[in-house]
C-alpha cells in the first residue's frame, strides 16, 4: 500500500509538471509575444520609411540650397557681369575659368549653363556655344526644343525645375536630366541673365536607393506645383499628379495612409519640405509588408491549435512513458542488488541500487567500450585475409563490433589521401568516423585502417554487384569527404562478391583500381569494372575448371604437374606483360585453392598455413618480378605440403641456420636467398622460420654478428678502418660509421679510442 501511494504521488507530479510545460508557452505566444510582434512590426515599418523619407528630404535640400547659392554667388561676382563678360576674348576665358570654380566644389551638378538676356552666347565651365544651337547640337532635349530653350531664358523670372526628362548629348549618349533654372538675379522683378543646372536623374535615383534599396513599391519627389521631377522605377507622372491632389488617401487613426493604382493596395508615406515646397513620397505595396505580419498570424495560430490538440496526447502518453520505465527499472535494479529499500522513492531506490553495482559495472564499461573498435578492425581485417573463422565465431565478433553484415554481396573500396594531407594518428579515429557517417542511415559500411596507416579501406554490402547502387553510394560519400575534409581523395572500388573467401580479391581489385589514379587522375572514384575492359584478362587461360585442375594435382600430390601449371602461370604472365593488380589477383586465387585445401585436408599444421601469403602481403609486392618469385616458392611449399613436410622433423635446423651463417657473415655478397638456396627452401619461409626460431630475422642476426666482429676488431687497433669493413663483409665505410654510432651511441672511431685507454 505503501508503495501504491508513492507511486501516485510521482505519477501525480509527472502530470502537474507537463501541464506547466505546456501552459507556459500557449500564455506566452497567445497573450505577449504575439501582439508585441504584430504591433512592433507595424510601427517599425511606419517608422523606418518615414525616416528614410526625411533623410532624403534633408540631403536634396541640402545639395539644392548649395545651387540657390551657386546662383547668388554668380550675380554677386562683378567678373560674371554682362559688360565684364563680354568686353573680350580673355573675359570670356576668365568667366569659363570662374564658372569651372562653380562646379568642382559640387558633386550634385552635371552641367551648369550662363546666358544674359539679349545675348548670343552660353557660357558654361568648359566652353562657350551659340545659344540658338545649344539645345539642337550640344544637348538636345526631346521635350524642350531649341526656340523654347532660348525663350524660356530670356523670359524666366522665377526659380523653376523640370522633371526628368530624356537628353541626347552631341557624341549620341542618351541620359535621363534634370533641370533647374534660376533668374538672375534670384528674386528680382528683372532679371538680366539665366542660370541653368544640370542635374543627372541617377542622382536623385541613388540618393533614394541608398535609402530605400529594393524595397518593393517607388519613391518619388513632387515640384511645388506637385509635377513629377523623379522617382526610383519609373512611376508615372499622371498617377504622382492624381495622387497627390487626391491628398494620397485618407489615413485611419495611428496607421499609414492608403491608396489603391492599378489594382493594388499601397501605403502612402510622404514629408514635405518647408525651404522648397516639395513633397517626397514613398509607396509600398501593401501585400509585401503584411507578407510578415500575416505569416506570424497563421504560424502562431498553428502553434497554438497544435499545442491544444497534442497537449492533451502528450501529457497523457508521457506521464505513462516516463513512470513505467521508471517503475521497471526500480524492480529491476532491487533485483540486481539483491534488496529492497522499503520506505524510498522510485528515484531513490534506483540511485541506491545503481551505488552498490557501480564499481564492477563502470569496469565492465570501460573494457567492452575500449575492446568494440578492437574487435571491429580485428573483424574486418580477418575478413579481408581470408581467415574465417566458423560461422556462429563471426556472428558473434559482428555482434560485438556492432556490424551487421546482412547484404548477399560485398566489396571492398580503398581511400587514398594526397600526400598533402597529413593524418595525425589522434585523428584517424574521427576520419573513420566520417567515413561511416557519409553514407546513408541502413547502408552497410564499416571501415579500418590499412595496415601502413597510409589509408582507409570499408566493406561495403549491396544487393545487386553488377548495379548502380554501391557506386552511387561510393559517388555520393566521396562528394561528402571531400567537401568535408577540403582536399582531393581517390576512392578505388573492387568488385562485389558473394563468398567471404573472395573478399581479399576485391580489396587488391580496388587497390589497383586506386592505382589507377596515377592515369586517370586524383579527386575521383575509379572502379574496377571500369578499368578491366582497358586491359586483357587471361580468362580464358585460368577458369574455375583450370584452377579445380590445379586441386586435383595437390589432391594427388603430383608435384610435377603442379611445377608445370605454374610455369605455365608464369609464363603468361610474362607473355602478356598484364598490370601488376591483375597479376596480383591471380596469385590471390592460387593461395585461396592452397588455404581451402588445408582446410579441406584439416591439416594440423595451421601455423603453416598463417605463414603463406595473404592479402596484405601480396599488397606490398611492387613488380611482377617479385610476383613471380612469390608463385616459385609457393610451388616449393606446396611440394614440401605433399611430402608430408620433411623438413619439419629436423629440430636443430635453426642451429644449422645460424652456424652457416657465422661462418659467411664476412661474405659482402651474403644474402637472404643464398641462405635459402643453400638450406633449399624459399627465402619468405626461411624468413618466417628463423623469426620464429630465434627472435631475430636473418638481416638482424647477420648485423649483430658483424657488429660484434667490428668492435673486437677495433679494439685490437691492428686494422684501418677500411680493413675492418671489408673483413666484416660491410658496402662502404661510411654507411658502416652510421649503422655503427645507430647502434652503439658512438663512431667507430670513438669506440677505438675509448678502449685503447
Not at 403 to 412: E, I, Q
Request: net charge negative; hydrophobic share 40%; proline share 4%.
Amino acid at each position: 500500500m505503501a508503495r501504491g501511494k508513492l507511486n501516485s504521488k510521482l505519477l501525480y507530479r509527472y502530470i502537474v509538471s507537463y501541464s506547466i510545460v505546456l501552459l507556459l508557452p500557449v500564455l506566452i505566444i497567445g497573450l505577449v509575444a504575439y501582439n508585441f510582434f504584430i504591433q512592433l512590426l507595424e510601427r517599425e515599418v511606419t517608422k523606418s520609411n518615414m525616416n528614410a523619407l526625411t533623410q532624403v528630404r534633408d540631403a536634396v535640400d541640402v545639395n539644392m540650397t548649395e545651387l540657390n547659392n551657386i546662383a547668388f554667388h554668380i550675380a554677386g561676382n562683378t567678373n560674371l557681369t554682362p559688360y565684364n563678360v563680354t568686353k573680350s576674348p580673355f573675359a570670356e576665358l576668365n568667366t569659363i575659368a570662374q564658372l569651372r570654380n562653380y562646379v568642382s566644389a559640387n558633386q550634385f551638378i552635371d552641367q551648369l549653363l550662363l546666358y544674359f538676356h539679349g545675348h548670343d552666347t552660353l557660357y558654361t565651365p568648359y566652353s562657350t556655344y551659340d545659344v540658338h544651337t545649344f539645345t539642337d547640337k550640344i544637348v538636345a532635349y526631346d521635350k524642350w526644343s531649341p526656340p523654347s530653350f532660348v525663350r524660356d531664358l530670356q523670359t524666366a523670372t522665377y526659380p523653376y525645375m523640370r522633371g526628368a526628362e530624356d537628353v541626347t548629348s552631341f557624341s549620341g549618349i542618351r541620359e535621363r536630366i534634370v533641370t533647374y533654372v534660376m533668374p538672375l538675379p534670384p528674386n528680382h522683378p528683372t532679371p538680366y541673365g539665366t542660370v541653368v543646372f544640370q542635374l543627372k536623374e541617377s542622382a536623385f535615383q541613388n540618393l533614394l536607393e541608398k535609402k530605400f534599396g529594393d524595397d518593393p513599391g517607388d519613391t518619388f519627389i513632387l515640384n511645388e506645383k506637385n509635377e513629377l521631377i523623379v522617382s526610383t522605377h519609373g512611376f508615372p507622372a499622371e498617377d504622382a499628379k492624381r495622387l497627390a491632389e487626391a491628398g494620397y488617401g485618407e489615413p485611419a487613426a495611428d496607421q499609414a495612409k492608403t491608396v489603391r493604382l492599378h489594382d493594388r493596395d499601397y501605403f502612402v508615406y510622404d514629408v514635405r519640405s518647408e525651404r522648397l515646397g516639395w513633397t517626397y513620397v514613398s509607396l509600398v505595396d501593401q501585400e509585401a509588408v503584411l507578407h510578415n505580419v500575416k505569416l506570424a498570424q497563421r504560424r502562431t495560430l498553428y502553434a497554438i491549435s497544435v499545442v491544444f490538440v497534442l497537449g492533451g496526447v502528450l501529457i497523457f502518453f508521457a506521464t505513462q512513458l516516463s513512470y513505467k520505465p521508471i517503475r521497471r527499472l526500480q524492480r529491476f535494479a532491487e533485483s540486481k542488488a539483491k534488496r529492497e529499500f522499503d520506505g524510498l522513492g522510485e528515484i531513490e531506490s534506483i540511485q541506491s541500487a545503481l551505488s552498490l553495482m557501480s564499481d564492477s559495472n563502470e569496469e565492465l564499461n570501460r573494457n567492452i567500450s575500449s575492446s568494440r573498435p578492437a574487435m571491429k578492425h580485428y573483424t574486418l581485417l580477418t575478413l579481408l585475409r581470408g581467415r574465417l573463422p566458423e560461422q556462429a565465431e563471426l556472428n558473434r565478433r559482428l555482434e560485438l563490433a556492432h556490424m551487421r553484415l546482412t547484404k548477399p554481396y560485398h566489396l571492398v573500396a580503398v581511400l587514398q589521401f594526397p600526400r598533402s594531407f597529413a593524418v595525425q594518428p589522434s585523428a584517424r579515429s574521427t576520419l573513420l568516423d566520417d567515413l561511416e557517417a557519409s553514407f546513408p542511415e541502413g547502408a552497410e559500411a564499416y571501415g579500418m585502417e590499412s595496415v601502413e596507416g597510409a589509408s582507409l579501406i570499408f566493406i561495403l554490402g549491396t544487393d545487386d554487384p553488377d548495379g548502380v547502387e554501391h557506386k552511387r553510394l561510393l559517388i555520393d560519400a566521396h562528394r561528402t569527404l571531400s567537401d568535408k575534409w577540403q582536399t582531393g581523395l581517390t576512392i578505388g572500388a573492387g568488385t562485389a562478391y558473394g563468398p567471404w573467401s573472395e573478399l581479399g580479391k576485391s580489396y587488391i581489385e580496388a587497390c589497383g583500381a586506386a592505382d589507377y589514379r596515377l592515369i586517370a587522375g586524383y579527386g575521383q572514384v575509379l572502379f574496377f569494372s571500369d578499368i578491366v575492359p582497358k586491359t586483357e584478362l587471361p580468362h580464358e587461360d585460368y577458369s574455375k575448371g583450370d584452377w579445380n585442375q590445379l586441386r586435383l594435382y595437390m589432391y594427388q600430390g603430383d608435384a610435377g604437374r603442379i611445377e608445370q601449371y605454374l610455369e605455365a602461370m608464369i609464363g603468361t604472365i610474362r607473355e602478356r606483360q598484364l598490370p601488376l593488380f591483375l597479376v596480383k589477383c591471380m596469385c590471390f586465387d592460387l593461395i585461396h585453392v592452397i588455404l581451402s585445401m588445408l582446410s579441406e585436408l584439416r591439416w594440423a599444421d595451421g601455423e603453416l598455413a598463417e605463414q603463406y601469403p595473404d592479402v596484405w602481403s601480396l599488397s606490398e609486392f611492387e613488380t611482377v618480378e617479385e610476383l613471380i618469385a612469390l608463385v616459385k616458392h609457393i610451388s616449393e611449399d606446396i611440394c614440401r605440403i605433399v611430402a608430408e613436410r620433411k623438413e619439419s622433423g629436423n629440430t636443430d635446423l635453426a642451429g644449422k641456420m645460424m652456424a652457416y651463417l657465422s661462418e659467411h657473415y664476412g661474405s659482402s655478397q651474403l644474402s637472404l636467398q643464398q641462405v635459402a638456396d643453400e638450406f633449399g627452401m624459399s627465402a619468405s619461409y626461411l624468413s618466417r622460420y628463423f623469426k620464429d626460431q630465434t627472435g631475430q630475422t636473418v638481416s638482424q642476426y647477420i648485423q649483430t654478428l658483424r657488429m660484434e666482429k667490428a668492435k673486437e676488431l677495433l679494439r685490437a687497433g691492428a686494422d684501418s678502418l677500411q680493413e675492418v669493413v671489408e673483413r666484416i663483409g660491410y658496402g662502404s665505410v661510411s654507411g658502416f660509421i652510421r649503422k655503427f654510432k645507430e647502434t652503439e651511441g658512438v663512431t667507430p672511431g670513438e669506440f677505438r679510442t675509448m678502449h685503447q685507454k
